[in-house]
């Protein structure tokens, strides 16, 4: 389904109407109650954290891949709930997990789970709210404080509005509130329902909820056809965690998947402009690298973590 399909747009006055004031206050970082301590607490340079993602294809459990980050020299982590559970299941314990993550002085800013939250059908939904409030205690156990809310789960031809959609996120929204935990909506480039940053930012919008924050990606971005000009739109409150990687200039953008993405640095991503564009609104987002690529996954786990250290320590660098 194209990203024009007229059934997905949102209408323009409704946009603004409802719209138009949140999202100055997003950009400003001005919604009411907490988001005045995000802007305040917010961190005035960029920490390094570590999608797992980047080393799935080495096939490590739970407690080697924060081993990983945390000798390779990270600040904070972003695990997959897949692996969580597999950790778990096969007779490991939340307790050794959080105890490996405050050795390594490590945080858990974020994590990885496809709760289907924004589904159509009202059984499927309420499991995906069951699901998701699972991973949230679980991520609370280890300390963690943000969860990854993608529009997973719809199937293919099935349209759900924009609207329907913010409605569906201020409800995981709402079951956060009571778990401690932050759902983050995210796009994914060109997903029929939430495949642009404008689409992304009209749910977070309409929510109305104070807590409300956006799940940005570089390589998303570009695959969605947005511009990087939109992060001047949002602010530290809008923007907490940002997925970094870069994408080379073929595949073209039609055909370019996931596991395409390189290294930030190693490919055509405006990197500075985006950084920059962070710094123009007083936002500075965890920084987690996430990758997919099979040439990465060949590659010692460690030192695959590394050198994407290494790379998005150079990025930065280029506008400190």
Known sequence: MSDTDLSLVPDRRAFLTHGGIALGAVASGM??????????????????????????????????????????????????????????????????????????????????????????????????????????????????IR??????????????????????????????????????????????????????LYVAIRSGHPKACFLGDVYHTYKGGSSFESLLLMGPQALQTYHMNDYPADPPRDTIKDADRVFPGDGIAPLTRILKNFQTVGAYPVLSLELFNPTYWAMPALECAKVGLEKMKAAVASVS
Not at 60 to 71: H, K, R, S, T, W
Not at 78 to 106: C, M, Q
Not at 186 to 195: D, K, L, Q, V
């Open 31 to 144: 919604l009411p109650g907490p988001s005045f301590a995000a802007e305040e607490s917010a961190p005035k340079r960029f920490r390094f954290g570590f999608n797992m993602s980047t080393i799935r294809g080495q096939e490590l459990d739970a407690a080697a891949e924060i081993e990983i980050a945390g000798q390779a020299g990270y600040e904070c982590i972003e695990p997959w709930f897949r692996k969580l559970n597999e950790y778990v299941t096969a007779g490991g314990s939340l307790g050794d997990l959080k105890k490996r993550i405050d050795d390594h002085g490590l945080t858990v800013e974020s994590a990885i789970g496809f709760a289907k939250w924004i589904v159509n059908d009202p059984a499927e939904r309420a499991a995906g709210l069951e699901e998701a409030k699972r991973d949230m205690d679980m991520i609370a156990r280890l300390g963690g």
């Open 147 to 200: 969860i990854a809310a993608p529009p997973a789960g719809v199937p293919s031809g099935e349209v759900v509005s924009l609207d329907d959609a913010a409605d569906r996120y201020r409800a995981l929204l709402e079951l956060g509130d009571s778990m401690g935990v932050v759902p983050q909506v995210e796009m994914w480039g060109g997903n029929p329902t939430i495949g642009t940053v404008e689409k992304a």
